[in-house]
């Protein structure tokens, strides 16, 4: 925080009206803001030599390898060089218009692999002139084009009203997960999901197809899990750690890439999308329909309900089993902020037995729920461990087999 603070500084004698520091932003943090426009800096005649010098050379080094399997090291570790000073150079820096500035502000955090995130030109709609013409095709990416994880009406943003509920000591047995926490499973699956569907086109236009089909043809009632029309689907309850997971960082920089190709006129637009090769389109095709997944479990007020709610999520084991989606390799893990805080004990026993074997079960056996919780995400961290609402038919196997694992020496010190 020092160091962000440090930075904040330098930022706020550039001009800007303020500057916000924090590790993190929780998610829809500029939900509230009008983001006004840079212009890219442009590059100088030395970075121009530089940048064809660059070009040059990768298309040298490509063109005398073609035939090979494989480049050597060397030259491996070359172009890995190259392309990394080409980024650097084609990253423009953004200048603004000293009258945005004046009015505007900046938020300094890290981003979700360690690095300095700056986000530049936020304007607080108090600070905005009298009667602005927004463009509402203007957002910031992700974020804003998306309710993805919503802020929900707590302070924080984080989907959460507090610190997980620790169910109380006496509550023992295997009584079934709170609707509160499936909903906050089924959120990160949702997410994980969509990221998995965006970046397979071939089963991302079969589920379209399927489900228009069934629409025009059929006329089949019943829900299905694909919202085609595409109405986004929100997913305001969720747990702290999935705004920096790993299925939320590659969607927020899918949707970064295409927003930056995308023409702004609407009729350009459709120029662009008619000449746009077919690879692209259906990468494009599954990523807007990807918004539209929704394996939420909600709670059901009625037979209607419940049965659409049934319907909804078999579609969505269906739709995972297809694209062979493993929440452990996305990078779920079991915590007492997300699953352990808000289950019995004997639900916690029940997952330590079945990552780690009855041993390591039995040596947390005694222990009070808040020292069983943290002893038992210690031991199971790395295990690969899901719990059932999160676990996919053809790749159970890494859950029901992971009681096979030996001990780690870090769960074994988790006692």
Same mark, same amino acid.
């Given at each position: 925080m020092e160091k962000l603070g440090a930075v904040g500084e330098a930022i706020r004698n550039e001009g800007w009206k303020w500057v916000e520091t924090a590790l993190s932003f929780?998610?829809? /943090?500029?939900?509230?803001?009008? @983001?006004?426009?840079?212009?890219? #800096?442009a590059l100088s005649e030395e970075e121009i030599v530089r940048l064809t010098a660059l070009h040059s050379e990768q298309e040298t080094i490509e063109a005398e390898y073609a035939q090979a399997d494989e480049f050597p090291e060397e030259i491996d570790s070359r172009l890995g060089e190259i392309e990394q000073a080409i980024e650097a150079l084609e990253e423009r820096?953004?200048?603004? =218009?000293?009258?945005?500035?004046?009015?505007?502000g900046v938020f300094v955090s890290l981003d979700t692999d360690g690095t300095l995130l700056v986000e530049r030109?936020?304007?607080?709609?108090?600070?905005?002139?009298?009667?602005?013409? #927004?463009?509402?095709? @203007?957002?910031?990416?992700?974020?804003?084009?998306?309710?993805?994880c919503g802020d929900g009406d707590d302070a924080e943003g984080d989907g959460r009203e507090g610190a997980p509920d620790i169910e109380p000591e006496e509550e023992d047995g295997l009584k079934p997960l709170s609707d509160r926490l499936l909903t906050e499973l089924t959120a990160w699956r949702t997410l994980a999901l969509r990221d998995a569907f965006a970046g397979n086109p071939h089963i991302a236009?079969?589920?379209?197809?399927?489900?228009?089909?069934?629409?025009?043809y059929w006329q089949t009632p019943g829900a299905d899990c694909l919202e085609a029309y595409v109405r986004e689907i929100p997913l305001q309850? /969720?747990?702290?750690?999935?705004?920096?997971?790993?299925?939320?960082?590659?969607?927020?920089?899918?949707? @970064?890439?295409?927003?930056? =190709?995308?023409?702004?006129d609407e009729d350009a637009l459709w120029q662009w999308l008619d000449r746009l090769d077919d690879t692209?389109?259906?990468?494009?095709?599954?990523?807007?329909?990807?918004?539209?997944?929704?394996?939420?479990?909600e709670s059901s007020h009625g037979p209607s309900l419940a049965r659409s709610v049934r319907e909804r999520l078999a579609c969505a084991d269906r739709l995972a089993?297809?694209?062979r989606l493993d929440l452990a390799e996305a990078g779920w893990q079991p915590t007492v902020e997300n699953?352990?805080?808000? #289950?019995?004990?004997?639900?916690?026993?029940?997952a330590v037995r079945e990552a780690r074997g009855n041993e390591a079960a039995d040596r947390i056996a005694h222990m009070k729920k808040g020292d069983m919780a943290q002893a038992a995400e210690r031991l199971l961290e790395g295990s690969g461990w899901l719990p059932e609402a999160l676990r996919t038919r053809n790749v159970a196997e890494r859950s029901e087999g992971v009681a096979h694992m030996p001990d780690s020496p870090d769960a074994v010190a988790a006692e």
């Open positions: 929780p998610w829809g /943090h500029t939900r509230d803001f009008v @983001e006004i426009e840079g212009t890219p #800096v820096p953004v200048s603004f =218009d000293p009258a945005d500035v004046v009015r505007a030109g936020f304007v607080r709609p108090e600070d905005m002139p009298v009667e602005p013409e #927004v463009d509402p095709d @203007e957002s910031n990416g992700y974020d804003d084009a998306i309710d993805h236009l079969t589920e379209f197809l399927h489900t228009q089909v069934r629409d025009i309850v /969720h747990s702290p750690d999935m705004p920096g997971s790993i299925p939320a960082h590659a969607l927020r920089q899918r949707n @970064e890439g295409w927003k930056h =190709d995308l023409p702004e692209s389109r259906m990468a494009l095709l599954a990523h807007c329909l990807s918004f539209g997944v929704n394996a939420l479990h089993t297809a694209l699953y352990l805080g808000s #289950v019995t004990k004997a639900r916690i026993l029940e």
